[in-house]
Each structure stands twice: as structure tokens, then as C-alpha cells.
């Protein structure tokens, strides 16, 4: 009797431990995102406030409404590369038709719908009776979609109707609606898969298709609905995304898809098909909204936060796959917990790795930012990009001034993403920084983060462009308009006032380009015997410029000017010409960086028009430590720009 009673406790302890880890690990998603946030609260006292946990929500609402979107595939063991294309796309069209084309705007929003609806029936028409690999079907779609953002905006961002931008404010003056729309769009899915017909047959197909099919489902018809389901929720998460922004970006949400399809994977769907839910969706949306945020508080650099991001996305998959395979191999009956000894210690290790690189990548990344001592200034600087030499220099410009001030600075890396960088200027008001500095993806974009930090009496000073529709205490820049009169000038100058000349642009709806663009256009209008044959973006890029300049040369072989809205597109070019370059073609580039003005001392680069970016980014760090100190700054402090070529390039100290 004693015995049988020993036996009955010990059996029963071994089932309870069985089902706390069987518990942990079936929801391996969730347990991930409790040890990050336990972690991101003890490494940052700014985390685990209100302000900063709405913010980590708004921050990852749009990716969730498209990842919710990309569920339905996803279950249905399909794929869609295409919702972050079509996102923008939907957006461009809402506020194209609403403004230029005077479309009342609940049409406009219908319209904008429909077209997120008819993407996906296109990418369902092409998988289910086209025969097309869904990788392949909606891979063309992202670039359809996006090269039809970019036709109707004609490159520039459009601003966004004010009755429709109420979808990126606050309820109350505290909760975020969009928010509201991801939890209302989360409800949505969830009872779709659980409660529809539909959402039955997603399953039955992920898990057997053949099978689905000879049960009596129409399986064609429901993947038309499938991927008309993703298109519809891309046009909401886009329209949510612009609203945000006050503006149609037509560049928007790239790579969105990426991180929509992470997030499903990680909330525990499987890209085999068959499983998936709604919850995991947006814990896995949270995850990365909530590594984002954290790494941002801890001013982690950004090129180290995209290495610790992806890390942790590969050992979350793999612990759901070892999951699986653990669930799907139980162990012999009667041989209770310890015929999964093996499999158990090899999940806790993992489980452990994982923790242990999040905390100790972040303290060590962290770098003993702290230990600034009391007195020194906190300032967040958020550029458009670095990967652009230009900007590495304004970089190298603030951290040498904030050097010498003794001031803390954290930089962060917008990827030319006008929604990424809207989360780190809104990561720098909740963690409640002395001042920003922020060099604009776009000025109007920028616009509702700053209006954030001047609710929040944070000092905004605005680099290289400006910001619209907000307050800055001062505006360091120089005149891209002036710069391109003077580049229109030095090329006509050096070709004896006539020719013909090819223009590279920058990327599509920046402000740079279009001012750069702009002040070139002015100033060869005193060129009259000077034609422009053709016009083609290269994105800012060195690589776009070889490749755009190599296909112009075969249309225009005879062309005598090259006008780049930057360096790294002239270089390129430069590289395109070959022998030609410095003697029968003469180029002009913009920004006067150190590889522009190597060039320029070969002769190749016949002149830059040069800002000086390190000293850009030194005037904005002194005042930005200016008006955080409640000191007089000039509203608009402009930093000359100048013409270099080989005459005077060795007394250019940039």
C-alpha cells in the first residue's frame, strides 16, 4: 500500500513537471517574448513605462496587420512576397485619388481596398490556374506593385487625407488607434481560421492539398480567396502605415514582407503548411517590435541591432523546430519523462542560448553608455541612412562634437525607411532624451514623430533637410537647390554652353533628390543650346549608377555630360565610361566625398558640388546642446556649399 502510494506521488510529480514543459514549450512564441521583455526592463529603466509600451505597439501594428494577412498563406502552404509592395501601392492610390484626382475620400479608401483585393486575386489567378510557384507569382507582384506606386506618384511622396491620417493619432490623447486597428484586424483572422469555412479549408489544404481536393474542396477557388484575403489586409496595414506618416510614401514598407512572414514563423506557423493561429501572429509581431524598441534604449549600434535581430529570429525557428520534432516523437509508453531526456536538455539548452545572447549582446553592445556621468546631455540622432558615405560623414562630424562636449549620443540607422525612422524618433521621446537631431527620409514623413517630441518639450534640430509641419529649434543644412544651380553651371560651363547630357537621380520621393534635381533644372535654363536626353533613377546607389549609366550609353553613346544627384552615382558612372570619363564625357556629382574627391584629383570626376558633411554634423550637435539648454540657437544655420574641381581640391578641406 505504502508503495503503491509512493509510485501514485512520484508518477504524479513527474506528470506535472511533464505538463509545465510541455506548457512552456507549446507556447515557446509567448515564453520568448515574457524572457525579452524581463530582460529589455532590467538593461533599460525606459522600457517597461506606458509611453514607451504603446510605442512598441503603434511600432508594430503595421507589420502585424500584414503578417496576419500573410497567415492565411502561410497556413495554406503558400507564400506572398508581395504585401509590402502592394501596402504602399494601396496607400498611393488612396491619397492620389483623394487629392489630385478631388475622389470623396470613403471612395477613395474603397478604391484603395480594391486594389489591395485585386493584387491578391492576381497573385491567386497566377498560382491556382496559371501554374505558378507562389514564390514566383507574387514575387512579380512586389515589383508590379511597386513600380505602380512609383508611376502615380511620379516619384514623390502625396499627403495623406486629414480625415483618414485620424488612423495614426491617439484616442484620449493616449491610445494609439492603430493599435486598435491591429487588435480588430488580430480578432479577425482569429475567427476566420477558427470559426469559417474558409479558414477550415486553409488547413486542410497546408496540411494535403491532394487530399483537400479529392475531399470535395474547390481548392483553386479558395486560394483565390486566400491570397485576396493577404491582398486586402496589405491595404489596410498600408493605409495604417501612410496614416502615420501624414504622406503616401510610394518607397514605403520595403521589405515588410520579410518581417510579416518572420513574424508568422516565429508566432509558430509552420512554411510547410497546416498550422498557424492568430496569436502566435502578433506575439511574433511583437517580438521583433519589442527587439526594435529595446536595442534602440540601449543604443545599440544599428548595424549590430540587424545581426542580434536575425540571430534571434534563426534560434526562435529552430527551437520551434526541435519543438515539433519533439511533439511529433513521443516517447514509449511507460516510460514516462525519461524517454525524452535527450530532446528536453537539448530544448533548454537552446532556450538558454537564446537568453544569453539577447542579454549579453545588449549589455555588452551597450558598451557602458550608462556610465556617462550625470551632467552629460543625451542626444539621439536618427539619419536617413548609412549606407551612403555622405552621411557616415555627418555621423563621424556629431560623434566628434559630442566627443568634446562630453555628450552622450546614440545614433540610429533609418534605412531610407520613413516608418523606421518615425519608431526611433518615437523610441527617443519615450526614453526622454536632452534633444534630437534628425536628418529626415522625408520631410513630411518626419513631420507627426516631431510633433511628438514638441509635445513631450524635446528640442528638435533638423540636418542636411528640414522637417514639415513640426517645429525645429534650428535647421543645419545646405541648399540642395543652390547646390544643383551651381553643378548645372560648372557642366555647361566646362562643355562651352551646348551638348547633351544624361541626368542620374537619386531615389524616388526623397527630398534631396527633388531639390538637387530641381535647382539643376533651374540653372541650365540659362543653357539653352544644352538638351537633357534622358532622365533615370540610380537610387543614390554606386552599383544602380554603373548599371543605369552602362544602359544609357547604348541609347546615347554620343552624350558629352553626366549630371549625379550624388558621388556614389557618378563614380559609377565614371566606372560605365571607362576612357571616356574626364575627356570626351565630363560628370558632375554632389556631396564632395572622399572617394568623389579622389576622382576629382584624377580627373575622371570633373567637380563635386561639396556640403561638408562633417561639419554639418558638428553645427547640429552644438545646437542641439544648445537648445537643450534653453540657449538662443539661429532658426536656419546654412553651411556653404562649393564647387570643386581639380584646381582647387587640394585646398578643400571638406
Known sequence: MATDTLKSRSSAGDSSAAGLRRLLLDNGALTALIVLVIAMSALSGDFLTTDNLLNVGVQAAVTAILAFGVTFVIVSAGIDLSVGSVAALSATVLAWTATSEGVPVWIAVILAIATGIACGLVNGILISYGKLPPF??????????????????????????????????????????????????????????????????????????????????????????????????????????????????????????LDAIAAVVIGGASLAGGTGKASGT????????????????????????????????????????????????????????????????????LAAVVVAAVVGATSLLNGGSSSSSASSQKIGLSLSTLNNPFFVQIRQGA??????????????????????????????????????????????????????????????????????????????????????????????????????????????GTSASRERGAGFAEGLKAYP??????????????????????NLLQAHPDVNGVFA??????????????SKAGKSVQVVGFDGTPDGLKAVETGTLYASVAQQPKELGRIAVENALRAADDKSVEQTVKVPVKVVTKENVAGFGG
Open 136 to 257: 514566383i507569382a507574387t514575387l512579380a507582384m512586389l515589383s508590379v506593385g511597386r513600380g505602380l506606386s512609383l508611376v502615380i506618384s511620379q516619384g514623390s511622396p502625396i499627403a495623406f487625407p486629414d480625415s483618414v491620417s485620424h488612423l495614426g493619432d491617439t484616442l484620449g490623447g493616449w491610445l494609439p488607434v492603430p493599435v486598435l486597428v491591429m487588435i480588430a484586424m488580430g480578432l479577425i483572422t482569429a475567427v476566420t481560421l477558427g470559426r469559417t469555412y474558409l479558414g477550415r479549408s486553409m488547413y486542410a489544404i497546408g496540411g494535403n492539398e491532394e487530399a483537400a481536393r479529392l475531399s470535395g474542396l474547390r481548392v483553386k477557388k479558395q486560394k483565390l480567396a486566400i491570397y485576396a484575403l493577404s491582398g486586402l489586409f496589405a491595404a489596410a496595414a498600408g493605409i495604417v502605415l501612410a496614416s502615420r506618416l501624414s504622406s503616401a510614401q510610394p518607397q514605403a514598407a520595403q521589405g515588410y514582407e
Open 565 to 578: 544627384e550624388n558621388d556614389e552615382m557618378a563614380l559609377g558612372a565614371i566606372k560605365a565610361l571607362g
Open 529 to 550: 543650346d544644352i538638351k537633357v536626353v534622358a532622365k533615370q533613377p540610380a537610387d543614390f546607389d554606386r552599383t544602380k549608377g554603373l548599371d543605369v549609366m552602362t
Open 282 to 349: 502578433l506575439i511574433g509581431a511583437l517580438i521583433l517590435a519589442v527587439l526594435r524598441n529595446g536595442l534602440n534604449l540601449l543604443s545599440v549600434s544599428a548595424f549590430w541591432q540587424q545581426v542580434v535581430i536575425g540571430v534571434v529570429i534563426a534560434l526562435a525557428v529552430l527551437l520551434d523546430t526541435v519543438r515539433r520534432k519533439a511533439g511529433a516523437t513521443p516517447g514509449a509508453a511507460g516510460t514516462g519523462a525519461s524517454g525524452r531526456k535527450g530532446p528536453q536538455a537539448v530544448k533548454y539548452a
Open 399 to 508: 560623434e566628434e562634437a559630442a566627443k568634446k562636449a562630453g555628450a552622450d549620443l546614440t545614433v540610429t540607422d533609418a534605412q531610407n525607411d520613413a516608418s523606421q525612422q518615425a519608431n526611433q524618433l518615437q523610441n527617443f521621446t519615450s526614453e526622454g532624451v536632452g534633444s534630437i537631431i534628425v536628418n529626415p527620409v522625408d520631410s513630411d514623413a518626419a513631420g507627426p514623430s516631431v510633433r511628438a517630441a514638441n509635445k513631450a518639450d524635446i528640442p528638435v534640430v533638423g540636418v542636411d533637410r528640414g522637417v514639415n509641419k513640426a517645429d525645429t529649434a534650428a535647421l543645419v543644412a545646405s541648399d540642395n537647390v543652390a547646390g544643383g544651380k551651381l553643378g548645372a553651371k560648372a557642366l555647361a560651363e566646362k562643355l562651352g554652353g551646348k551638348g547633351t547630357i544624361v541626368i542620374l537621380q537619386g531615389q524616388a
